[in-house]
């Protein structure tokens, strides 16, 4: 009997698992319910300026339809936008010009020293904020009734309202965080008519001490799914197993219900590698409630997995397809990564290896697009800091757009990914929980930081609310360490004891670091910031007047080591875990030490256009195995003939000769992470470096006196653009002299025209004083450099961008725009 009750037990168990594999090879598409995901950047209208909404159209707005939605006035005369199609007609273009997403317009004003205008140091970089509205007709097809469509937000600058054929959606504070509104309600679906959705923005308060731009600046998404579908951020992926033979898989899914009927599904997960192979598929079934959410969980593996690091960026996927009676409704992509992450006492450990960070900070902004970067431009940025030999970014203060992490789990970056603000109010927990269920799933992410230097680090009340965070940041993830990036409090109020890891921003020269990790036996530190070597591109000088910082070292904040010594200590001691340098390029606004005339940080070892300073060679000489020798300054002073003179050198060289007109000068022993200094008479001519290896001569640079400039050259990054409206060419303009060497003092106009399919949408120098608008098509060169960036069209064709500058040889780029 019992034998036969276990044969029974058997067979049905068989017969059940080939009826789910059966439905999972069975399933089918139904085109209906596709999920889509269209790019909603493009075909916007914007209107600057405050405008009055009427008191009864806003109550109206909360209550329902209504035909003057949005009445709205300017200081002059009356502007309608109503945001009711039907009204339509009343509509004045005139008042609004045509914008595509991302955009900034804080970037396009003009330079003021006008607190009254909102014009401040910090915050915008001195230019004026305030407040724009964005307004956009669309259609929505017949056949899309029935779906659910929401709008994805993926960051406003900030405080922004939405509202939708006149329906107040709601609002969002935060700068930094997405917002989504489910329009599926409120839509008008084929003849219904068009649809209009308003946006207000407010930028008039502001959330850090950096330029924080204005405006939708990222992207927009429109998301149109069943309405049984995977639920936002509703995947998360961990792999808590790993060993070279198989990695265990976790899959969750949450799966969302929005029909008024229970749902049986059945949930097929897919782990695919990055050729499309298909290596386990899971299969499981589930009733889920009506308007009800339901995780389910899977368990799968991948046998001897390439893991996942800078190095080697090796990635799978989670390819998801939610199933009701043989049918495809829902379909879902999650990209993660294997690796193990483990930071201890004795420092960080990637896949089981000791492995110093080698990070930087960066805020968002760019030369001539503000906050409003198109993808190729962060990437560009990814690009350049991979370049120095960076294996890790910090996205300071506040999450950063979900494009950026895509390119650092594919390009190979950790990510330290921080959340603003230090609040367990019901909206920071809301900014919190938002950021960490939005990027959980990618491997480059290592660590979250909860906050930045917050007033009431080291107070009990801020240990209590930090204590909240760290508790829900490890419910939603509980398998990364929490930190928070301290510069003060660290041993008081019980702040510390909260974190996994404590950060130190800055050790007070080395020494609290080293100090505190003797005193605290269990106390685990990483370097969250470092450096704040301040100088500008090209300059030799601390110059008052201009707002300019010499690259000498002549003045340095006493918070932070020259470039390249913080690394000393990391390397001395390697359970700091590696550093983030404080910053990777400079940025707007913080203008420090100067307020103006200076508009712009000095902090990056790049300049805002990515331009390199002298100090990116100490970390491209500390954090690669390339030989590296960078003298300095420049080589053009005709004032000071017969003076003494300083010349700098950045090495990794065991030792450097140095040679004026073919003269040897003399050799220095390099010591390891310092720079090297000698004295000299100058005289104009060549001095060369040159750096040498166990006796060999492995790398020399040189530094020319040049004579005046004589031509322009052009170089782009690319000489192939996608048609698709996004793409850019970033194309570095450099003064030169006859014989073709960079004229270092150069500053002359650049002026630019552009034919065929594409637009330039801005333009920088790296000077930090510059007060020429960014979006112009001409620009002053800066000691030798300036940059002019260039958008394609939708359309195919050739683009030539021709740069003049009066009587010098000009240059042209083409590029091909496909
Ligand atoms: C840090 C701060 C940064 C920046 C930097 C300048 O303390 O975290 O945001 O202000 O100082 O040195």
Aim: glycine residues 10%; hydrophobic residues 35%.
């Amino acid at each position: 009997m019992f034998k036969r009750l276990v044969k029974y037990c058997v067979i049905c168990f068989f017969l059940l698992l080939s009826a789910i594999k059966g439905m999972s090879q069975n399933a089918k598409q139904t085109g209906l319910s596709k999920r889509t995901k269209e790019c909603f950047d493009f075909n916007w209208h914007f209107h600057k300026g405050d405008i009055a909404i009427k008191r009864a159209v806003k109550a109206a707005g909360y209550g329902g339809l209504t035909d003057i939605n949005v009445k709205v006035e300017t200081n002059k005369e009356a502007v309608i936008a109503y945001t009711d199609v039907d009204k339509a007609s009343t509509f004045k273009p005139e008042d609004w010009r045509e914008v595509d997403l991302p955009h900034d317009w804080c970037v396009e004003g003009t330079f003021v020293n006008d607190k009254s205008i909102g014009s401040a140091p910090a915050v915008s970089g001195y230019l004026p904020g305030g407040i724009g509205f964005y307004r956009k007709e669309f259609e929505i097809p017949e056949s899309d009734k029935g779906k659910k469509i929401s709008i994805e937000f993926d960051g406003i600058f900030r405080n922004s309202t939405v509202w939708v054929n006149g329906q107040l959606m709601g609002s969002h504070q935060s700068g930094y965080t997405p917002s989504n509104y489910d329009l599926t309600d409120i839509l008008r679906y084929g003849n219904e008519g068009k649809n209009v959705i308003l946006v207000k923005v407010d930028a008039t308060e502001y959330e850090g001490w950096w330029y924080e731009g204005c405006g939708i600046y990222r992207h927009v998404w429109l998301n149109k799914t069943d309405k049984l579908h995977v639920d936002r951020f509703g995947t998360y992926v961990t792999t808590p197993v790993v060993s070279p033979d198989e990695a265990a898989v976790n899959i969750k899914t949450s799966i969302k219900n929005e029909y008024g009927a229970i749902k049986n599904i059945t949930l097929i997960s897919k782990i695919v590698d990055n050729k499309g192979v298909v290596l386990a598929t899971k299969t499981s079934t589930q009733a889920i409630e009506p308007f009800g959410t339901t995780e389910v969980s899977q368990k799968g593996a991948i046998q001897k997995p390439l893991l996942w690091s800078p190095e080697t960026p090796n990635l799978y996927k989670i390819l998801t397809e939610v199933a009701e009676n043989g049918n495809i409704i829902d379909n879902y992509e999650t990209t993660f990564g294997v690796r193990t992450i483990e930071i201890s006492r004795n420092g960080v450990f990637l896949n089981g290896k000791l492995y110093p960070v080698k990070g930087t900070c960066n805020h968002q902004d760019f030369a001539g697009i503000g906050v409003a970067l198109p993808d190729k431009i962060n990437e560009y940025k990814l690009k350049l800091l991979k370049e120095v030999g960076c294996n890790a970014y910090r996205c300071s203060h506040h999450p950063p757009t979900p494009e950026l992490l895509d390119m650092c789990d594919r390009m190979g970056l950790l990510v330290l990914d921080e959340n603003r603000m230090l609040s367990s109010s019901e909206e920071g927990i809301k900014d919190l929980t938002t950021m960490l269920s939005r990027d959980r799933n990618h491997p480059s992410i290592f660590m979250w930081s909860m906050e930045n230097e917050e007033w009431i680090q080291g107070t009990v009340t801020g240990a209590r609310i930090l204590k909240t965070m760290v508790d829900i940041t490890h419910k939603i993830d509980p398998t990364r360490p929490v930190t928070a990036a301290m510069n003060h409090g660290r041993n008081e109020g019980g702040y510390s004891d909260v974190l996994d890891v404590v950060g130190y921003n800055y050790g007070d020269k080395g020494l609290a670091y080293v100090k505190d990790h003797e005193k605290y036996p269990n106390r685990i530190e990483f370097c969250t910031e470092a450096t704040s070597f301040i100088s500008t591109r090209g300059e030799y000088q601390n110059d008052w007047g201009k707002g300019y910082v010499s690259n000498l070292g002549l003045w340095q904040p006493g918070w932070g080591p020259l470039p390249g010594e913080d690394w000393a200590d990391i390397v001395k001691y390697p359970y700091l875990g590696g550093l983030f340098v404080w910053t990777g390029f400079d940025y707007r606004g913080e203008p420090t030490p100067y307020q103006w005339p200076c508009v712009t940080s000095h902090f990056g070892f790049m300049d805002i256009c990515g331009f390199p300073k002298d100090g990116y060679y100490a970390y491209k000489a500390a954090w690669t195995n390339e030989p590296v020798v960078h003298i300095f300054p420049h080589w053009n002073w005709p004032g000071k003939v017969g003076d003494s003179i300083q010349v700098h050198c950045y090495t990794n060289c065991d030792e450097v000769e140095l040679l004026l007109n073919g003269k040897r000068i003399g050799t220095q022993k390099a010591i390891p992470y310092t720079k090297l200094i000698w004295k000299l008479i100058y005289k104009p001519g060549k001095l060369e470096a040159r750096g040498y290896k166990g006796g060999k001569l492995v790398t020399t640079d040189i530094v020319e006196t040049t004579s005046d400039p004589a031509q322009v050259a052009l170089k782009s990054d690319c000489s192939v653009l996608k048609a698709d409206g996004c793409d850019v060419a970033v194309i570095r303009v450099v003064i030169k002299d006859k014989q073709g060497r960079v004229v270092p003092v150069a500053d002359n106009l650049v002026t630019f025209s552009i034919d065929g399919p594409g637009r330039i949408i801005g333009t920088g120098n790296g000077n930090p004083s510059s007060h020429e608008p960014d979006k112009a098509s001409q620009r002053m060169a800066f000691n030798g450099y300036c940059l002019v960036l260039v958008q394609s069209n939708k359309q195919a064709g050739e683009i030539r961008l021709k740069a003049a500058s009066g009587t010098l040889k000009g240059d042209e780029v083409v590029l091909k725009v496909q």
